[in-house]
């Protein structure tokens, strides 16, 4: 294995580690922070209306985490098809290059 | 097979605890300022604020894509990309609460901090209304924490680092990782001026809300700055971009 994949998957897993450790040391119930933050504008303005509201709301969880995967998707499809595509083209050329040079 | 075996409870755990997410959906939002949390006045104050600098950004993209720096449209897009998959993965953190990275530090070490207010709005505008995270009326303050300062303060530390010739991949790290903090730093402080505490003023206030966002945000920074590192790896190694290509 390349020295970077090597150096690539243990970032991976550095990543993942990171993400799964609070769950293990940690008992919350992992709400949003910043449902916490409005909690605390609440507390500290007890009068203040929220003056606007969003222009639509997923109707149901279920809807939200769909949109949110489509997002992700969406972002995850395009990198690695760059990626991918550059990493034929880099492979193609390198082929193309050992064959000229093992012909002459 | 065996080890199958050997992980079958683990994986049962991993079943049970996939299924229950599916069953009782977190009503989480994103941690951007929620629509109608700040004042009239305050909107308008972050969109006058913000606004410089989006019409930078666009200056600064115009550039790039008319400029012959090989792939640069196909690296905008990756970019952006970035931004668009971590901002949509919510995490859990230290403190018991969920929150998501921003994904700004990789075009801001490749494109300079200019760029991304234009790419950060549109992520912000796809989850303000399709979403109902963050909002329109406070899409400027949003703005400005995450794709003016974080990406100002990413490309500082990134400059720092590279001057000091601390080694490409670790100045990347840091600074991805102060971006994605700071972000969450303007935030707290965004809300603080406007919601200050009864007793302890800007500063009490400050703290508490430092408390809810940042402190939470450490360990998605650190992950933030882990993974800008293996796309910046994956899109060098290929030959999709040189480090030295704006400079």
Redo the contacts between chains.
């Keep these: 294995m390349k020295k970077?994949t090597k150096?690539?998957i243990i970032?991976?897993i550095?990543?993942i580690l990171?993400?799964l450790?609070?769950?293990i040391?940690?008992?919350?119930?992992?709400?949003?922070?910043?449902?916490?933050?409005?909690e605390?504008?609440k507390k500290?303005?007890p009068n203040?209306q929220?003056?606007?509201?969003?222009?639509?709301?997923?109707p149901?969880?279920?809807i939200?985490?769909l949109?949110?995967?489509v997002?992700?998707s969406?972002?995850?499809?395009?990198?690695c098809y760059?990626?991918g595509a550059?990493?034929g083209?880099?492979k193609a050329l390198e082929e193309k290059a050992s064959k000229e040079a093992s012909s002459k | 097979m065996k080890l199958l075996e050997k992980y079958r409870k683990f994986l049962l755990f991993l079943a049970l605890g996939f299924s229950y997410s599916l069953a009782y959906?977190?009503?989480?939002?994103?941690?951007?300022?929620?629509?109608?949390?700040l004042?009239?006045r305050w909107c308008i104050f972050w969109f006058v604020v913000s606004a410089p600098f989006f019409v930078y950004g666009l200056y600064r993209m115009y550039k790039i894509t008319n400029s012959d720096v090989p792939n640069a449209k196909?690296m905008l897009?990756?970019c952006?990309?970035?931004?668009?998959?971590?901002?949509?993965?919510?995490?859990?953190?230290?403190?018991?609460?969920?929150?998501h990275p921003t994904g700004v530090g990789l075009g801001t070490v490749m494109f300079g901090p200019g760029v991304m207010s234009v790419l950060g709005v549109i992520v912000l505008l796809?989850?303000?209304?399709?979403?109902?995270h963050g909002?329109?009326?406070t899409l400027g303050a949003n703005e400005f924490s995450m794709t003016i300062v974080g990406p100002i303060v990413g490309f500082a530390v990134w400059k720092l680092c590279r001057a000091l010739k601390v080694n490409r991949?670790v100045s990347l790290f840091l600074c991805a990782m102060f971006a994605d903090w700071s972000t969450y730093v303007m935030?707290a402080l965004q809300?603080a001026i406007v919601?200050?505490?009864?007793n302890g003023g800007i500063g009490a206030?400050l703290i508490?809300?430092l408390g809810?966002?940042a402190v939470?945000?450490i360990?998605?920074a650190?992950?933030e700055g882990?993974?800008t590192?293996?796309?910046y790896?994956?899109?060098i190694?290929?030959?999709?971009w040189k480090e030295t290509a704006l400079q």
């Design positions: 970077r150096t690539n970032l991976l550095c990543v990171l993400v450790l609070p769950f040391f940690v008992k919350g119930e992992y709400g949003g922070s910043d449902d916490q933050g409005t605390q504008i500290y303005a203040y929220a003056w606007a509201h969003p222009v639509w709301t997923p149901s969880g279920e939200e985490s949109l949110f995967t997002q992700g969406i972002g995850t499809g395009i990198i760059f990626i550059a990493h083209k880099k | 959906p977190m009503t989480a939002h994103a941690m951007h300022i929620m629509e109608g949390m004042p009239p196909v897009a990756l952006g990309a970035f931004v668009f998959v971590l901002s949509s993965l919510k995490l859990p953190s230290v403190t018991g609460s969920c929150s796809f989850q303000a209304l399709l979403l109902a909002g329109l009326t991949s935030t809300l919601f200050p505490d009864p206030a508490k809300f809810i966002y939470t945000q360990p998605l650190i992950a882990l993974l590192v293996i796309v790896n994956l899109v190694s290929n030959d999709l």
